[in-house]
């Protein structure tokens, strides 16, 4: 092996989110530091957040309300307050406005860069990386990581072994493992010393038995209601985006509800109903359909049905209502019409199972709180050693929160480190 003595004072595993903030911060804070990226390019699974939009974080102002989303347990808020204290959503409208890229609020307080580019953001850190003298080695998995008594001393990457007073963790979790998310984070972790709580998809689609799920594909609904159940006893309730796919359920209401319903699938089957007129009762909507079908009440069913349903959907519904699509409206019994409403109200799915890390935007498990001070991100067990991002067992929705905990985690290690 050929041995490199350069000591740096700051070694850097991982170039995503949470490891580019971590090592400008460091570097700009005037360390020698150098960032460790097995993938080729910088940012790889960043470039891909947020369908390509990158949403950076969460404009909610009261910092407890922003961690209560982080629900782990009990004490999961009261471990993230002190770091949140410390660089939280404001330092991140900040911090990347004086890179050149403000950020623009959406719906439900959601961040997003004013490019809506999620590779933008990449290179706003890249940018931030070369003007503190960062440097920065791609294509450089790190193999190996050598310890001494109760420190780090070196790790070795491609035939070279590089040596640094301090060391930060940061190679994400085990969501997308095509983007070189593959666990291997956990693993040094685990063999370090540390206790590591297993991982699987949290945010993550839902797979569906229906077939006409896939003739929705591509379909968005704004504003759905959507309840899921335990052999037809109702468990839980969720509003907001669906989006459908040809696997079966997706987008920021579905993401969000994919760990509650992890659980209920170890205790029966789970079935759900999408409402898809949430604000309207079912008698309203009766009316609203009893008069579609008394103003087209010659025409035949197919050709009034996309005046009934939500837009874009009613080509691929027509073979679930219970109703030929050549009779003519007038035609059509109160029974017959009860019934489609009702389906309207209530969209049967029957969900299968998660999809898995390959479609999951975010993983859950990693480093247990209590091995980690928070205050610092250092680890209790090794002194020199630091830990970001998705490396922590912190479960968290969508929304910015978990790009959120990449900017925290990181500033803090850097800093500290």
């Known amino acids: 092996m050929n041995t490199k003595r350069k000591l740096y004072d700051v070694i850097v595993i991982g170039g995503g989110a949470s490891g580019m903030m971590s090592a400008g911060t460091s570097a700009h804070s005037g360390k020698s530091v150098l960032l460790l990226e097995k993938n080729k390019i910088l940012g790889q699974k960043l470039n891909i957040s947020g369908g390509g939009r990158c949403n950076i974080t969460n404009d909610e102002d009261d910092i407890r309300i922003f961690l209560k989303h982080y629900a782990n347990n009990k004490k999961t808020d009261e471990f993230l307050f002190s770091a949140f204290s410390k660089f939280n959503k404001n330092d991140s409208f900040k911090f990347f406005k004086d890179l050149g ?144 796919t040809h696997f079966g359920l997706s987008g920021p209401l579905i993401l969000n509800s994919a760990s509650a319903v992890s659980e209920l699938l170890h205790e029966g089957e789970v079935t759900a109903s999408i409402d898809m ?61 009860r019934s489609f409403v009702d389906l309207l109200k209530a969209l049967p799915a029957t969900i299968t199972g998660l999809m898995g890390y390959d479609r999951a935007v975010v993983a859950d498990g990693g480093i247990t709180l209590d091995q980690i001070d928070m205050r610092t991100m250092r680890s209790n067990k090794i002194e020199n050693l630091y830990i970001t991002g998705d490396l922590l067992d912190i479960n968290r929705p969508s929304g910015g929160f978990s790009l959120q905990l990449c900017w925290t985690t990181g500033y803090l290690a850097g800093t500290n480190a």
């Open 101 to 244: 890229l403000p950020l623009v609020v959406e719906a439900r307080k959601r961040a997003f860069p004013y490019t809506q580019k999620s590779t933008d953001v990449t290179m706003a850190l890249e940018k931030y990386l070369k003007e503190n003298n960062v440097t920065i080695k791609t294509s450089s998995p790190v193999t190996k990581i050598n310890k001494r008594d109760e420190k780090i001393i070196s790790v070795q990457s491609c035939g070279t072994e590089y040596f640094a007073n301090s060391f930060i963790l940061a190679t994400g979790g085990i969501s997308h493992p095509e983007t070189g998310s593959t666990g291997d984070g956990f693993k040094w972790l685990n063999d370090l010393g540390h206790t590591i709580n297993p991982s699987t998809p949290s945010i993550v689609p839902l797979a569906v038995k229906e077939k006409y799920i896939k003739n929705l594909s591509g379909i968005s609904l704004t504003f759905m209601k959507i309840t899921f159940y335990i052999d037809k006893v109702k468990k839980f309730v969720k509003k907001g985006k669906i989006l459908f």
């Open 277 to 337: 007129y949430p604000d309207t009762d079912i008698g309203a909507l009766d009316d609203k359909i009893i008069k579609i079908f008394d103003d087209n009440k010659n025409k035949m069913f197919k050709n009034i049905l996309a005046e009934c349903v939500p837009n874009g959907m009613a080509k691929s519904l027509i073979d679930i209502i219970k109703i030929d699509p050549d009779t003519k409206v007038h035609s059509i019994s109160k029974i017959q019409r």
